[in-house]
């Protein structure tokens, strides 16, 4: 930690919001709202961190060490698929924040974390009556930031949705919405679309802090080299400008650093989600500069002795996915059942799963994403504003006569949209 420690405990004393001060009274981890994260990579410029997706307790710990080493302000998180009510993961939206707080305390971490609900995903609108009574859920759970992912629908039914929800997130969390679905080079997102969102948005007094789009990802292992399309992604952010609204960048595991180091330097993006690279690097498998585990020949995945989980454990793992007819991004569906029994590694293999995953965070953290010392830059945030809400980074400008749900309805109706192919792009 670069800042003095009096301005830490300033920031420890002021800028924890409500609902983590009531969990963990005495806690000396500085989680904060997911607003004072992307406030920080603003102030120094050309900068982005990771949302890790903390599919395993050893991805969380690896991902704090690598935050802490970089002097960098970090989001922890994990998505509805991941870590909802139909998760395939051990780690999940109600207990995901007693993780980070424990490790925390216990590692001594003082970098400021948000822990993030990430693709909060509303595929229908008999969705939303139950998306109002878990919601509160998450942040009496101690979530500080969500992503209303909605872009599953129509683009009206995309806004009304939002404005439906955003009353069950507090005015101090850092909020998160989505245009075009991420499905690859196909249904790509366009600026008019996206103003469309965010005008909505701003006419009721709603303003997020990112917008995630569809500019050429994938969930999960991408196989190809389309990646990210930077020109596009500056684009829709040069048109949302008056806005404020800084960037979510998702499918990150499957582009190259140059690609990531553009995103970062050219675009107003100031989170990067990486889920699928941080699991695979953790069991210790062979891994390329994009992220992705190598395959062999016959499409298995390559571990790396000696590194990961035992080769013992391996070997379980892939019997196991064997059994099921899991194959590739499939492995994900690993995470629930082998939590316990990963945990039951010796405390060696444990380190070193932890370490593969804090080498490689911090990897992305100074050399790729320019985050190094933004720890310095969010404490400065809250101490700034004295609380843990540094409020909008707009005001309202569009007038809410022109945003009825019938305006909406036609608005849409006029849109030249391609939403691409139907299908599951969960990840």
């Excluded at 924890?16 to 904060?32: D, G, H, T, Y």
């Excluded at 948005?201 to 990646?227: C, R, V, Y």
Aim: charged fraction near 25%.
């Amino acid at each position: 930690m670069n800042a003095s420690q009096s301005d830490f405990n300033r920031a420890l004393e002021t800028g924890r919001p409500e609902n983590i001060r009531r969990l963990f009274p005495n806690s000396r981890a500085l989680i904060v709202s997911g607003k004072v994260i992307d406030r920080a990579m603003l102030a120094k410029g050309r900068a982005m961190t990771i949302a890790a997706n903390g599919r395993n307790h050893l991805v969380i710990r690896g991902a704090l060490q690598a935050a802490q080493r970089a002097n960098a302000a970090i989001i922890i998180e994990i998505a509805r698929s991941e870590g909802g009510a139909n998760a395939y993961c051990a780690t999940n939206y109600w207990n995901i924040a007693r993780q980070v707080d424990a490790l925390c305390n216990e590692m001594g971490i003082t970098v400021p974390v948000a822990i993030h609900a990430d693709h909060y995903g509303i595929k229908k609108e008999d969705d939303l009556d139950y998306a109002k009574v878990e919601i509160p859920t998450l942040f009496e759970a101690g979530i500080t930031s969500i992503a209303i992912d909605a872009s599953h629908m129509p683009d009206d039914k995309n806004l009304l949705a939002n404005l439906a929800l955003a009353q069950f997130v507090p005015s101090w969390a850092g909020l998160e919405t989505e245009v075009g679905e991420i499905k690859g080079s196909q249904g790509l997102s366009s600026p008019e679309e996206a103003l469309f969102l965010i005008r909505g948005l701003n006419a009721h007094d709603i303003f997020p802090d990112w917008i995630a789009l569809n500019n050429g990802t994938t969930h999960g292992i991408e196989a190809s080299d389309q990646g990210i399309q930077v020109e596009l992604t500056a684009e829709i952010h040069k048109a949302l400008e008056p806005y404020g609204v800084s960037g979510a960048q998702h499918g990150t595991s499957g582009n190259n650093s140059e690609r990531l180091r553009r995103i970062a330097s050219e675009t107003r993006t100031t989170k990067a989600n990486v889920a699928t690279a941080l699991q695979m690097i953790s069991w210790g498998l062979e891994v390329n500069d994009y992220g992705n585990a190598i395959q062999d020949d016959d499409g298995n995945f390559i571990k790396v002795p000696g590194e990961g989980v035992t080769e013992t454990l391996w070997q379980q793992m892939v019997e196991y996915a064997a059994e099921r007819g899991w194959k590739g991004g499939n492995f994900k569906k690993l995470n629930l059942p082998f939590e316990n029994r990963i945990m039951a590694q010796p405390k060696e293999i444990r380190e070193r799963m932890a370490n593969r995953v804090a080498d490689f965070v911090h990897y992305l953290l100074t050399e790729v994403f320019n985050a190094k010392d933004t720890a310095d830059a969010a404490i400065d945030v809250i101490i700034k504003a004295g609380s843990p809400d540094p409020g909008p980074k707009c005001e309202r400008s569009e007038d809410p006569k022109d945003w009825t749900g019938d305006r909406i309805a036609a608005m849409a109706a006029e849109m030249d949209r391609d939403r691409g192919p139907e299908g599951d792009f969960d990840d």
